[in-house]
């Protein structure tokens, strides 16, 4: 039952992001660009819930924002599940304990998903792009996320700890 629990909170976590992307953060942009939220939430929930659930959160996420927001099909999906998967992987080496962790995968995650989008255009759908814009949205999206990752570390950590321990359990085997 808390695992339903869990997965109806995503969802409604993710709406109430997708609606705080697009009206409240659409008023403190700088040049036009603003933090992304959605990455942020994939690194919580591949870091907490594993690679399997963020590849098809990825997924799904990706679809219904793109759908809504009215871009191209299966971009965002891809980026978001690249997300997922590799701070799923990276939730085995790494501490989830150091904010400073976190925040160098929010940085890597941020630059993965620009990378993939702007990628993705370039090779799908033969769009140009110019690297010094590509660069400024890069850097200041970053910072952007960096900021908010920096303030939404702490309860990123103590509901991160509460989902693991759900959605995983005590997968630990003694010998003993």
């Known amino acids: ?26 008023h403190f942009t700088i040049a036009g660009i ?3 939220i959605f990455v942020i939430l994939m690194l919580f929930i ?9 590849v098809i959160y990825g997924i799904a996420y990706g679809i219904f924002i793109d759908f809504w927001i009215g871009k191209n099909i299966g971009f965002t999906s891809v980026a978001l599940a690249i997300i997922g998967l ?7 080496t790494l501490s989830k304990d150091s904010r400073i962790t976190v925040l160098l995968m929010g940085i890597v995650s ?5 990378v993939v989008l702007y ?18 949205i890069l850097l200041v999206e970053v910072v952007y996320n960096m900021l908010l990752i920096i303030i939404l570390y702490p309860a990123i950590k103590n509901i991160g700890y509460e989902v693991e321990n ?11």
């Open 46 to 54: 591949g870091l907490y819930m594993g690679r399997t659930m963020g």
């Open 110 to 114: 941020t630059i993965i998903y620009e």
């Open 34 to 36: 603003m933090p992304n």
């Open 86 to 92: 590799a701070c799923g992987i990276l939730d085995k």
């Open 1 to 26: 039952m808390r695992k339903v629990l869990i997965h109806v909170s995503l969802i409604i976590t993710f709406i109430i992001i997708y609606l705080l992307q697009t009206t409240f953060f659409s």
């Open 166 to 176: 759900e959605v995983k359990g005590d997968r630990i085997l003694t010998r003993y």
């Open 119 to 136: 990628f993705m255009q370039y090779i799908i759908l033969g769009t140009n792009i110019e690297i010094l814009s590509f660069i400024k």
